[in-house]
Structures are given as structure tokens and as C-alpha cells.
């Protein structure tokens, strides 16, 4: 095995950037229970505002034709490069030939997460690529040429690549300072399996003579030792522990959501094999990179996937201290927190309210190319947010969903209120639920399936009207039809989220659980008073000892029943509390 230089254990302590900001999970056709690839991703960034990106298709783009390039975390303005001659029609992160690409950043060392005067940043590289790539592979080449062409800005990433046929995991990192480009490696996952990555590179050493499964830059082992970060063979060389080291953070935070995915779709076995790698108490403990599932996955078992808060396993954090009174799974940041000279940690799941936007792709290919391509696109946290579909041939989009980013050179407005924006209908239903999860998000989650359980049927409907009308009036005519469902989609989402709102909000207003009650002639409604749980009531006693405790006045008591008890006889009697029967018996009910 190889041996690492010291100076990498030093470029350790002084921190490797890692944003924990992403989840990706990755289904191979065999894989899934209707033969579609599927790719999931949540977006997670509190500055990130949920819309859906749309880049037209443009033909015979004469030459000499620039295109700004904006990094897509902060807006600003890299450079401008050479327009291809032809792009595709790019909806979110899916396009019309069913190409699908998503991310999560790793960061990586230090050393190598900046290169001056680099025209093309992760958010960047992903939209021209699916403007210019048909396939799989097509993306991994366009990606590689265009960072060697005009050099990268970001810092170390993993992409989910897929089409009809493959699914690719990608991880690369730029080339430093001194040249232009990344090194990189890309694995196919095996038809049959499920990949999966957030936030922290996963291939360790790969196959470095089988193109068909394993493609990477022709350096990747060879600059590594050049930069003194290397001495090992060629067979022996592990990107992730070269480029991105695991640390405590890397698994605790970040693999820990794979390991969540992975036991998921396991036996026990998975869970409890891994448990201490994810905990970040045995970082040699490494987990595979793709996994073969007890059962073929649908797209609702994804989406539960990333519903994901480490609930009954040994990370669930929905009981504890920080929880609160509605055990929530959810915390604020940061992530880790000093207290009296000693650092902790708030647990990292897949599901959480940082999330702008999410999507759970799918590409069908037993499809034409022009529909194969949808993808399920929520405008919040993949816990609470609802999916609505969105055709990779769409040519327009709802008002509610269609937007520009800072890779556009437009600010994300996550300021401006905006009740047409399904942004943020949906982070006002996310949040009331935040407020009182133990009530509400069961109500919220069950509203979440029937909602998709809807949707789905009617998407199924306008699918078999879009391939007639593919076969009998041509491509053009089942575009425009699934171009107007998905029109259609977004408007009828927004409006019952809208509605869903306001139907939470009049039923847990102030602390209460209302609901109907005709025979109620006052309100039509009968009001619950919700209070505590019982082991939030045993954390309240054994914090507060007798503070809170009832003194009941003389001749006042509670029964074994709970009811008030009031002694006639200690009336009788001169040394009773001046207060009169019914004030007693007032005070004791209320």
C-alpha cells in the first residue's frame, strides 16, 4: 500500500474544505423496479432559492459566439468562452436527449481548490455540459475537455451522471495553481447496483485498464506524485485518500448519509458493519461505492430515502435534548458548537431544512428520447417539499417554478416574499411543520403521498396521450402536450400547496389541534388541547425538580382518577384559607 507524505497529514489539521451541503443517491436501471436510471439530489444551501432553470435549444450558433460564465454559488463573473455551434434543451438538471447530471462538493486539499484565472466553476460546468452532451460518457468527456480548455474554480466534486442505459459516478479536483484543469476519476456502476455520494470523495483505487467501467485523466496517479502526495504503484493509488482524506467530519457528516441509503436497501448486517465508520470512530472502515439491493427500487422508495433523518438507527437524533418538546430531527447550524472548551456536533441527515431545492430524476428508455427524460422537481426540503414533474423536452415552465440563478448573473431572491413563487408556499408549510413536528409532520407526510400518489397517476395519462401523439403527429406534437402538462403540473402544485397551508394554519394555530365539528354550534370545531408527551413531561420534573409543582390550597385534593376532591368539612373550621367555597373550587378546575 502507499505511503502518504507528512505534509499532507499538516495540510489535515489545517482543514479541508467541506461543505456538507448535498445528497446524492444513484439507481442503475436493473436496479429499479421499472428499468429507469434514476438520479436524486438536494441542493443545500440557505442561499439557494428553489426554481427551475431552463436553457432553450439553440441551432447553427455562428462561430465566434461567447457565452458568459458566472459561478454559480456567488454570481460572480469568471470570463467568457466559446459558444458551441449547437445546444440542447436543458430543463433543471435533465435534458432532451435524457442525459441527467447532479452534485456534491468534497473540497479536498487545500492546495488544490484554486486556480487563478479559471473560467468554469462546478454549478457552471454542469448546465453547458448538459447543453452540449447527449449520453453518459459524452458528459464525462465534455466535462474533462472543458477544465483542461479553461481551467476550474471550485473545489473538489462528485457528479451523478446518468442516461438510459449507465449511471457514472465522477469525482475530480482541480490541478492547483500552477496548471489548468482537474485530475478525475469515473466509475459506471454495475446494472443491477445503487451508488450513492455527499459530500466526501468515494473511489479509493479503481480499474485502470477497463474503459468500459472506469474512465479518468490520464495524470491522475502521476500528478498526485509530482505534487509530493504520492509514492505508491500505480494499482495501489486511492483518489479519495489522496485528494480528499477522510476525517472524523468527512465520515460523521457526510458518509454517514450514504451509510443511512445504504442500510436502508441492505440486511441488518449493513447498518451495524459500518456503524463505526459512519460515527467517525474507525475512519478504515470504509464502505463500498455501490451496493446491490435486497429489492428493485421504485421511485417512491427513493424518495423515502431522501426523507431520511437517520430515524431508528444509531444516529437518530429525534429524542434528545436538542429535539425539543416536538422531537424534532431537525437543528440549527452550524454543525458543530463549542461549549465550556469542548467541541460537539449536531448530526448531518439527508432530509433537512437547508435543502433550496431537490429532485429525484428518472429516465425511461424504452421511451423516444423526447420523453424519457422527467424529473420530480421540489422547491424545499425533500422531507416536506412536494415533487412536481418536469419533462426534460419541456420548451416552457409554470411562472411558480421558472427562474434564473447567480450562474445567470441574477441574484437568488430569497428576500423578496413571493407568493407566487412555489419557493416559498413551500417553505411556509416546511416551516409550520418545523415548529410542531411531532403533530404536524404526520399530517404533512401523509398529505406528501397522497399528493404523489396523484400526480403519478395523471403523469401516467399524459405520457400514453404524449407517445400517440409522438407516433401519429411526430415529436413536435408530444412535446408541445408534455411542454403544457408540465405548465399544467406546476400551477395545480402551487395552488394546493397554497391551500395546504392555510389548512395547517387554521388547525394548529396557537398551540391547538382544531378540527371539524358540526355538532359544535359555535365554531363547527372541536378544540384539542395538544400539551405535553410524557417523557417531555419526565425531562420538565426532573430539570425543575418542584418549581412547577401544584400547591393545592386546605381542604383541596386529586383523587387516584385525577379529579378535584373538596373536603366539605374543612369549612367547618376557623383556620380555613379565606377564600370562599367557590373560589376554591374555582381555582382547583382551572
Known amino acids: 500500500m502507499h505511503r502518504r507524505i507528512a505534509f499532507v497529514a499538516l ?40 426554481m427551475v432553470y431552463h436553457y432553450p ?100 466534486e462528485s457528479f451523478s451522471i446518468a442516461d438510459k442505459s449507465e449511471v457514472w459516478h465522477m469525482e475530480l479536483i482541480g490541478r492547483g495553481k500552477d496548471k489548468v484543469g482537474a485530475v478525475w476519476v469515473a466509475m459506471k456502476i454495475p446494472d443491477g447496483y445503487v451508488g450513492g455520494h455527499a459530500n466526501q470523495a468515494r473511489i479509493t483505487t479503481f480499474p485502470q485498464n477497463d474503459a468500459g467501467n472506469c474512465l479518468f485523466s490520464d495524470d491522475v496517479v502521476d500528478f ?70 435486497l429489492s428493485k427500487l421504485s421511485i417512491s422508495d427513493v424518495y423515502d430515502r431522501f426523507s431520511n433523518h437517520y430515524e431508528d438507527s444509531p444516529l437518530d437524533f429525534s429524542s434528545d435534548a436538542g429535539a ?32 433550496g431545492w431537490n429532485y429525484v430524476a428518472q429516465v425511461r428508455g424504452w421511451l423516444p428520447r423526447e420523453l424519457a427524460a422527467v424529473m420530480w422537481f421540489g422547491a424545499d426540503d425533500s422531507s416536506t417539499a ?8 419541456a420548451t416552457q415552465l409554470s411562472p411558480a417554478y421558472a427562474g434564473v440563478g447567480p450562474q445567470d448573473g441574477v441574484p437568488n431572491r430569497v428576500l423578496n416574499f413571493d407568493l407566487t413563487k412555489a419557493f416559498f408556499v413551500q417553505n411556509m408549510v416546511s416551516n409550520l411543520a418545523y415548529s410542531r413536528w411531532d403533530v404536524i409532520y404526520p399530517v404533512l407526510s401523509n398529505r406528501l403521498r397522497e399528493v404523489r400518489e396523484s400526480f403519478h397517476s395523471q403523469t401516467m395519462i399524459v405520457e400514453t396521450e404524449a407517445l400517440q401523439l409522438y407516433h401519429t403527429h411526430g415529436k413536435e406534437a408530444a412535446v408541445e402536450h408534455l411542454t403544457a402538462a408540465t405548465v399544467r403540473f406546476g400551477d395545480e402544485m402551487q395552488s394546493l400547496w397554497f391551500q395546504f ?70 369549612f367547618d373550621g376557623t383556620d380555613v384559607e379565606p377564600l370562599t367555597k367557590n373560589k376554591l373550587l374555582l381555582k382547583a378546575m382551572m
Request: hydrophobic share 30%.
Open 224 to 293: 498526485a506524485r509530482d505534487m509530493g502526495l504520492y509514492e505508491g504503484s500505480d494499482e495501489d493509488f486511492s483518489f479519495s485518500d489522496t485528494y480528499d482524506p477522510v476525517t472524523f467530519e468527512g465520515a460523521r457528516f457526510s458518509e454517514a448519509r450514504v451509510w443511512s441509503m445504504f442500510s436502508a436497501l441492505s440486511d441488518e448486517s449493513f447498518q451495524s458493519q459500518y456503524a463505526d465508520y459512519a460515527m467517525g470512530t474507525n475512519l478504515t472502515n470504509r464502505m463500498p461505492l455501490f451496493i446491490q439491493p
Open 324 to 355: 425539543g418538546r416536538g422531537h424534532s430531527p431537525n437543528r440549527p447550524r452550524p454543525l458543530s458548537w463549542d461549549y465550556q472548551e469542548v467541541t460537539y456536533i449536531n448530526e448531518r441527515s439527508i432530509a433537512t431544512p437547508q435543502t
Open 386 to 393: 412536494p415533487r412536481v414533474p418536469v419533462y426534460g423536452c
Open 57 to 156: 435549444a439553440k441551432e447553427s450558433i455562428p462561430e465566434g459566439t461567447m457565452r458568459d460564465v458566472y459561478e454559480w454559488d456567488t454570481g460572480k463573473y469568471l470570463g467568457a468562452i466559446p459558444e458551441a455551434s449547437q445546444t440542447y434543451n436543458v430543463v433543471g438538471n435533465i435534458n432532451e436527449h435524457g442525459l441527467v447530471i447532479g452534485e456534491t462538493t468534497f473540497g479536498g486539499l487545500l492546495q488544490l481548490t484554486s486556480q487563478p484565472k479559471a473560467l468554469i466553476d462546478y454549478g457552471s460546468l454542469i448546465y453547458i455540459t448538459l447543453q452540449r452532451s447527449t449520453n453518459a460518457q459524452d458528459a464525462i468527456r465534455t466535462i474533462a475537455d472543458l477544465l483542461d480548455t479553461y481551467g476550474y474554480y471550485s473545489e473538489g
Open 501 to 570: 397551508y392555510g389548512e395547517l394554519f387554521v388547525r394548529f394555530r396557537d398551540g391547538y389541534d382544531i378540527v371539524p365539528d358540526v355538532d359544535n354550534t359555535e365554531c363547527e370545531c372541536e378544540v384539542k388541547n395538544v400539551g405535553f408527551s410524557d417523557d417531555w413531561k419526565s425531562r420538565i420534573v426532573q430539570e425543575t425538580a418542584t418549581h412547577y409543582e401544584e400547591k393545592l390550597s386546605y381542604g383541596v385534593s386529586i383523587g387516584e382518577d385525577g379529579h378535584v376532591i373538596i373536603d366539605k368539612d374543612a
Open 11 to 50: 495540510l489535515l489539521l489545517l482543514g479541508i474544505p467541506n461543505s456538507n451541503s448535498c445528497s446524492n443517491i444513484l439507481v442503475t436501471p436493473g436496479a429499479s423496479k421499472d428499468g429507469s436510471a434514476m438520479i436524486a439530489y438536494n441542493a443545500d444551501s440557505p442561499e439557494v432559492m428553489g
